[in-house]
């Protein structure tokens, strides 16, 4: 009896101070914070090395964390990385009314609703199942089916620049019931188009741009401000950063890509008629606008500190594609060449994720890889491309097998690249034309290797990965 009595004493306590109560499942899963910038190459960076820009906001995911030196983009051009982005598959999975896979920005934007089985599939119909809030602020540029208030997300802002930093301090700083989901998608540096679109708007698409781009273009004139007591000759001599190694074209230059150039006035007069000062001017503006979106940033990640939640938040970091900003004479994106396909990708969660990695080996695609892996920690299983995969082990620096090549998509032409350090593309804008790249003995893209017979077995290896795994 004495026995029973203890026993049922200290089941009494047990309970009076909650002993008897399971932890809640969202109690140990984290919040997720996915930043998500425009227009940004992995080498803009001051953690990536570079010594033209100063991004402390960056830098800091980076050092409390790890950050991805071989991660890819699924298309370089807005709006079909963004559908990626939403849905786990590659954008070439869709098609548009006319049954071409969407590739570029205008099929994009014009897709025929998605079916059921992509809609049950989509990144928030998933964190919706793990009972997760969603949260999204700023650019959509996604078509009809797929906006993020169509998926379910609470779109809190609309804005794309310091006011979405603002809206999203203040909603990090809110009270949560539940862990939430929140995508927050930067304009910048994007604004940087507006360079080359100002210098020859002739299409009346780049008309229609440039005559709403008033906002932009203001933003971009601030980018381009000669600092104050400084010459035109000491500010292109010292100040902005210098032309890439890759400034001219690549040898035997894909048809492909001068077809891109040439399809915009805008583009062949930057490629043709820019002046060396006129692409430093570009480069040094590209870093000033680099440096405005990381602004941003720092308020986000201040607020997350202040509201006490930041090791109890898995945040982020990548960029939907990047910018050529003067390597092989060219701006915009939309090529296969890593300055519009290699993307910043970095993640922090104190505690959990080692402060300081850097991932120089694993492939990684931000379109086919955050869904499975934000689900992961969501715990819930997600899957929408059989080839995405679950990037935790790799944040928690566990051995895993991993994936020895990674497809991307253009609206030239499609590719894949190999851990190994070689690229087989073909181009399909045109007449086909294959190209075999080595970024081991070529990392600035000048030539390729597609003739060379020493490299003969390794283009048979690379068309066959690209045929049976990627795009078959």
Not at 94 to 102: H, I, L, Q, R, Y
Not at 137 to 144: M, R
Not at 365 to 380: F, R
């Amino acid at each position: 009896m004495k026995n029973l009595c203890q026993a049922l004493f200290i089941l009494a306590c047990c309970h009076f101070l909650g002993c008897n109560k399971a932890p809640k499942q969202d109690d140990q899963r984290p919040n997720i914070l996915y930043i998500y910038v425009d227009q940004l190459s992995a080498s803009m960076m001051s953690c990536a090395g570079n010594d033209w820009v100063e991004t402390p906001a960056m830098d800091y995911i980076a050092k409390n964390g790890i950050r991805f030196t071989r991660a890819y983009t699924p298309n370089p051009v807005c709006s079909p990385a963004r559908v990626s982005l939403m849905t786990g598959r590659l954008p070439g999975f869709f098609k548009d009314k006319n049954g071409n896979e969407v590739r570029e920005n205008r099929g994009s934007m014009r897709m025929p609703p998605v079916d059921q089985e992509v809609l049950n599939t989509t990144i928030a119909t998933y964190l919706k199942k793990a009972d997760y809030e969603l949260y999204f602020g700023g650019k959509e540029h996604l078509p009809p089916s797929l906006t993020p208030s169509d998926l379910g997300f609470t779109d809190f802002s609309d804005d794309e620049r310091a006011v979405l930093a603002e809206e999203t301090a203040k909603l990090i700083k809110a009270e949560h019931a539940k862990p939430y989901f929140m995508l927050v998608s930067l304009i910048n540096p994007h604004d940087i188009c507006y360079m080359a679109i100002r210098e020859m708007a002739t299409s009346k698409t780049d008309s229609m741009i440039l005559e709403r781009g008033t906002l932009e273009l203001s933003v971009l004139d601030e980018a381009m401000a000669i600092p104050e007591g400084v010459s035109e000759e000491e500010f292109f001599s010292t100040y902005c950063p210098p032309l890439p190694p890759n400034f001219e074209p690549q040898f035997e230059e894909p048809a492909a890509v001068l077809q891109l150039i040439n399809a915009r006035p805008m583009r062949k007069n930057a490629r043709e008629n820019f002046t060396d000062n006129q692409w430093l001017h570009h480069r040094w503006a590209y870093a000033r606008l680099t440096e405005l979106v990381d602004q941003r940033i720092q308020l986000i990640l201040d607020a997350l500190k202040e509201s006490g939640q930041e090791e109890n938040t898995l945040v982020i970091f990548s960029s939907d594609h990047g910018d050529m900003d003067g390597s092989h004479r060219m701006e915009h994106k939309s090529t296969l060449y890593e300055e519009s396909t290699n993307v910043p990708f970095m993640a922090m969660w104190k505690g959990h994720i080692a402060a300081g990695q850097v991932d120089d080996t694993h492939l990684v695609s931000n379109g086919l890889d955050l869904l499975p892996t934000v689900c992961d920690y969501a715990g819930v299983k997600g899957a929408a491309d059989p080839r995405g995969r679950i990037l935790r082990p790799l944040f928690e620096g566990k051995e895993v097998s991993w994936r020895e090549s990674l497809g991307v998509e253009s609206e030239i032409g499609r590719m894949v690249v190999s851990a190994d350090g070689f690229k087989y593309i073909l181009y399909d804008a045109g007449e086909a034309e294959e190209q075999l790249l080595n970024l081991n003995e070529d990392p600035y893209e000048m030539t390729h290797f597609t003739n060379d017979p020493a490299y003969s077995a390794k283009l048979r290896a690379l068309r066959q990965v690209f045929d049976t795994e990627w795009f078959r």
